[in-house]
């Protein structure tokens, strides 16, 4: 099991993209593994054979245990294939039938690349919750593996059209490829379907008077398993709270010269030029009041205030049924152009799982913008062990006074979260009204 995240203790199997017997070559997608910061898909470092898979989807490995082994062709055994990607003890007819369906069903498996559930979600006889995935005509979830949504997106193919050859009936990459942009790809055959279909598992009969979900006053109850990067969001924000003496401190930031110059930026740029947005201006005012407030730019660790000499920034994405903070590296040091370039693709590779964890780690402060979705303002969590973060509203149409005059205005309101083993109240408020001085006047953020 490889460390992929500095946090990481244990991760869990989703989907192997190789089967055995299948060649790997060194930056061969090899299997997508749930940590606790996203789910991510590890390439092989290693070339060669994949002549047996140890660890079978939906199994959790502490670090450094043996998950495959890769070596050479004449060392795949007979049975090896039985832990192939996709096959598993549970997909194996019911009845104890001779396992020719499911062999079948491994043999076409084998010469494509198997595929990925969606982010965040589970083996197919796991409990987990999903992520929101596409949903069809009937308004149940499409099941289809991070790659085909990404080619069906591209391609513009309508996922619901599709009937998916993938265990469970999910959509894998195959499917997309074959079929025609816009339509469906071509039907599979029955025999697929049905050795592709786990068997139903067989259920007990129910004790007389007893219900299969407990009954109280508020209705049927159902527990939903929480994902491995669920469970570290929740124990990490709990932990801020009760280790971390949060302060709050709200300021309105006259956005008006800001709106105009976004409106030249666009007017101004060409085709396919990516156009700063609010919050690229947001990041970029954060990042140069950082530089000037240094102790803003640091963490409480073991009695002392260590303050770091880059200043990256997270920018708080909602992806994977979560929420992922991918980093920014020396933004001070970087235009608004530039930014907007990398947040946008770093906020593409946490939606389609190909975030990797160097782009995770490494922040000094983070910005959370939930203007998109009308919130005027909110409150957020610091994101442990770093000093502060910034929540930023929507930007909304007043009237302002400028001058002795009221003319119409836009205004955004922004608040500050400090820790106060690091930050004081002035030091809070110095530098929330250089962010507001840098947004209000962002010339200077051209500076």
Same mark, same amino acid.
Request: charged residues 25%; contains cysteine; proline residues 7%.
């Given at each position: 099991?490889?460390?992929?995240? #500095?946090?990481?203790? /244990? !991760? ?10 299948? /060649? ?18 590890? *390439?092989? #470092? ?13 199994? %959790? ?13 004449? /060392? ?18 019911? +009845?104890? !039938? ?34 929101? *995935?596409?949903?069809? $005509? ?38 997309? *490829? ?68 949060? =302060?709050?401190? $709200?300021? *309105? ?31 970029? &005012? ?36 979560? @929420? ?31 975030? %990797?964890?160097?782009? @995770?780690?490494?922040?000094?402060? %983070?910005?959370?913008?939930? !203007? ?14 770093? &000093? +502060?973060?910034? &929540?930023?509203?929507?930007? /909304? ?33 110095? =530098? ?7 947004? $209000? ?7």
């Amino acid at each position: 099991m490889p460390r992929l995240s #500095d946090s990481m203790e /244990e !991760g869990t199997i989703l989907a192997w993209m190789k089967a055995v017997g299948d /060649e790997v070559a060194v930056g061969d997608e090899l299997v997508e593994i749930e940590t606790d910061k996203a789910n991510m898909v590890y *390439e092989s #470092d290693v070339a060669g054979t994949l002549t047996e898979i140890i660890a079978e989807e939906g199994a %959790t490995l502490p670090i450094g245990e043996v998950i495959a082994k890769v070596g050479d062709a004449s /060392e795949v055994s007979s049975g090896g294939s039985e832990n192939g990607a996709g096959a598993k003890p549970e997909e194996e007819p019911a +009845g104890g !039938g001779d396992g020719t369906d499911a062999a079948d069903a491994k043999s076409e498996s084998a010469d494509q690349p198997v595929e990925r559930p969606g982010v965040g979600a589970p083996a197919p006889d796991e409990g987990r919750s999903t992520q929101a *995935e596409p949903t069809s $005509t009937g308004g149940e979830r499409i099941k289809a593996s991070p790659i085909a949504r990404r080619i069906a997106a591209d391609r513009g193919v309508d996922l619901a059209s599709l009937r998916g050859s993938g265990p469970g009936g999910r959509i894998i990459k195959r499917d997309v *490829e074959e079929a025609p942009a816009g339509g469906s790809a071509p039907a599979a055959t029955e025999p697929a379907a049905t050795a592709e279909t786990p068997a139903a598992p067989v259920k007990a009969a129910p004790t007389p008077g007893a219900s299969e979900k407990p009954e109280t006053a508020r209705g049927t109850t159902e527990a939903v398993e929480l994902t491995k990067l669920q469970q570290t969001v929740a124990r990490r924000m709990a932990e801020s709270k009760a280790t971390a003496p949060h =302060f709050y401190l $709200t300021t *309105e930031v006259d956005m008006s010269r800001a709106v105009e110059a976004r409106k030249r930026i666009k007017a101004a740029a060409g085709e396919g030029d990516v156009v700063p947005s609010f919050n690229d201006m947001v990041v970029k &005012a954060c990042a140069i009041a950082l530089r000037e407030f240094p102790r803003a730019n640091g963490a409480y660790k073991d009695g002392r205030v260590e303050e770091y000499s880059r200043v990256n920034v997270g920018v708080a994405v909602a992806a994977q049924d979560a @929420l992922v903070v991918p980093t920014v590296f020396d933004v001070d040091t970087k235009g608004l152009r530039q930014i907007a370039t990398e947040t946008r693709a770093l906020a593409a590779r946490v939606r389609d799982g190909s975030i %990797t964890p160097p782009e @995770l780690s490494g922040g000094t402060f %983070t910005v959370s913008n939930l !203007g998109m979705y009308g919130v005027t303002s909110f409150s957020a969590v610091i994101n442990p062990p770093q &000093a +502060g973060i910034l &929540a930023v509203g929507s930007i /909304e149409e007043v009237p302002v006074v400028r001058d002795g005059e009221i003319m119409p205005g836009s205004k955004m309101s922004v608040t500050l979260a400090c820790d106060h083993r690091i930050l004081y109240g002035a030091d809070g408020a110095e =530098f929330l009204a250089r962010v507001r001085d840098l947004l $209000t006047e962002p010339v200077f953020l051209a500076l």
